[in-house]
């Protein structure tokens, strides 16, 4: 039997905790040193992932196959420079953030890859059980992701690989249907409260609503999901929403914003009424596409 690979992590939160669990389980590798910024939260990823020696920062990093770097997007190029002591030339080093490429890490002379699971790890144990199926956007020299790519499959991740040039555009991409799906709940939740409906009733209220909306935006193009008075060109009732939503002038601005990019979606519906009427109350300074000729 061969004995698994070392994998050492440099910032075990959220993320690299479950990482980490899910590889040592599956016995992909060995884990390694674990450091946290606190020698308190390093035993406290070591014991959630069962395995790996807990670092403070007086440790030194120890010569690893393999090494994470977990920490918040801001701190990684500095991780990578306290491990450049640990590393050869056969070292892989990758970290997970979804905006930054590989060379944010700005290391030489060793293998280096940016693997982005596209999975909210916003409760660890939770992650254990969901993880798989998850995509993980995936860039770096070839010998790293010969090595990474197999291992992300061995627990479940969807590979996928992607130009290091437009990882910003991408996680902008992944920001929006994820955080801001998040904001867009919210802002509806405060909008119902203003009416007099909140709490759970609110709740039961957009469920529905909006878990039918993603599956019919998940099942093909966009523009079929979208119906409501910007689909059905009512400038009446645009009208009185921002009317009503003047006492609420940050839901005001979001409705607007948001208002004249459902135009575009809206021109690629057949439809025989122009959507320059709305673009004008909206506030668009652009022609909205329109399909008024396609009746
Ligand atoms: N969370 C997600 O859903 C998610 C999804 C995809 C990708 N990512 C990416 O994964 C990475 C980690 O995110 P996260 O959400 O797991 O962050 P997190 O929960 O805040 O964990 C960050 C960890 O890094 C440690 N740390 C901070 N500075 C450090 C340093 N200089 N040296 C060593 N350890 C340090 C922290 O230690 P303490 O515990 O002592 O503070 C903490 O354990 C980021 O690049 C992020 O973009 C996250």
Redesign the pocket.
Known sequence: MTTPATLSI????????TLARLWQESGQFRIGQV????L???R??VAFIGAGEPCG?ETMPEPADLWL?????G??A??AR?LGPALCASSVVF??????ASSAMALQGCHTASV???????DPARSIGAFAGSYCTAEGDVEALERLLPAFRAIGGEPLTIDSHAKSLYHASTVMACNYLVTLMDSSYRCLAAAGIDGQQARQLLAPLASQTLQNCLGGDTSEALTGPIARRDLGTVAAHLQALAELPALQELYRALGRETLTVAGRQPHGQSLQPLASLLGSSTTPPDHTDDK
Do not use: Q, W, Y
């Not at 450091?35 to 606190?38: E, Q």
């Not at 770097?69 to 997007?73: C, E, G, H, L, M």
């Open positions: 440099c910032g075990a939160g959220k993320l690299g905790r450091f946290c910024s606190s308190t939260s390093a406290d990823a920062e770097i977990a920490t918040p997007d701190a990684i500095e991780a306290r970290h997970c953030s979804g905006s930054l982005h699971p596209v999975h909210s790890f916003a």
